[in-house]
């Protein structure tokens, strides 16, 4: 059910802009979903899909853009991505830590007319 809310929250900040922009119809809204979010690009995109209807926002086309997530490494702080069962850093072989990469989910950009 947060995908819900996730969703009219993008509606309403996508309404908002396009207020403040003084444009009447979003086109595309293009949200980056984390993989380790807990979110679902797909369910957030149906919830808006519905929640958008008679708004300057219908019809518009959402983007869902996949962050893999990745560790940091405390020694020399490299950001990478894990391999399977392997959690060392690949420049200087100490265990990388999580990272707040793929842990976000947010609009990337909005498209108006």
């Known amino acids: 059910m947060h995908d819900y809310h ?12 396009a207020e403040k922009s003084g444009k009447n119809k979003v086109t595309k809204i293009n949200i ?8 679902s690009g797909e369910s957030i995109q149906m919830y808006f899909e ?13 983007e869902i853009h996949p962050i893999k997530s990745k560790l ?4 020399c702080n490299e950001l990478f991505e894990r391999k399977r069962f392997d ?8 265990q ?8 976000e989910v947010k609009i990337e950009s909005i498209e108006m007319k």
């Open 32 to 39: 980056a979903v984390g993989e380790d979010s807990g979110y």
């Open 6 to 17: 996730k969703a009219a929250d993008f509606l309403k900040e996508a309404s908002e802009k």
């Open 50 to 62: 519905d929640l958008s209807k008679g708004t300057v926002c219908e019809g518009a086309e959402m």
């Open 72 to 75: 940091r490494c405390p020694k």
């Open 87 to 94: 959690f060392a850093c690949p420049k200087c072989g100490t």
């Open 96 to 103: 990388g830590e999580p990272s707040e990469t793929g842990r």
